[in-house]
């Protein structure tokens, strides 16, 4: 996913810092949503001039029609940014087993996510959807996974469910 920071867009008020950029490939849009579709899309062009007495003041040439707009943003100011990660409550017990390698009387380590508090729990039970720990008050799979994350075998935390 591409991003940009809006102090990098130049526009009529800035007009004069964007000279250096003539030449140079960018996106143009009149909107902040349109700038940010046209960085998605990849959909950049040279910078042909600039018209500092109009607020579309930045031009680019499009099937041999020059095109103004109000907004410009150089290419080199737009960064990649890693997706975040989605997650979602485990689907069943089955699920929770192969992921946490965490059985029926084995001990695990959760971490509620209201006040930080670590615990470890015995696993008591389990049946379609829910679970039961001792010292939790919750036990449906959701519930865990909106509100606990457990310690994996790398001791590091992880949300109560598995990665989409």
């Keep these: 996913m591409k991003t940009f920071d809006k102090k990098d867009v130049l526009s009529w008020a800035n007009c004069e810092d964007a000279k250096q950029y003539i030449g140079t490939k960018g996106y143009f849009a ?4 349109q700038l940010n579709d046209g960085i998605q899309k990849s959909d950049f062009h040279r910078l042909e001039t600039i018209d500092d007495s109009n607020t ?3 031009c680019k040439e499009g099937n041999g029609v020059m095109c103004y707009w109000s907004m410009f943003l150089p290419a080199d100011k737009v960064k990649e ?3 975040p990660k989605k997650w979602r409550a485990f689907k069943d017990i089955g699920e929770f087993q192969c992921v946490t390698n965490k059985f029926i009387g084995d001990i695990i380590e959760v971490k509620s996510d209201w006040d930080g508090r670590a615990y470890r729990c015995l696993i008591m ?3 379609e959807g829910y679970i039961g720990m001792a010292g939790l008050r919750f036990s449906l799979l959701i519930d865990l996974f909106e509100h606990y994350q457990w310690k994996d075998s790398n001791n590091e935390w992880q949300p109560f469910g598995v990665e989409e």
């Design 56 to 58: 579309n003041c930045f």
């Design 125 to 127: 039970w389990a049946t």
């Design 81 to 83: 940014v890693e997706k």
């Design 30 to 33: 009149h909107t902040l949503s």
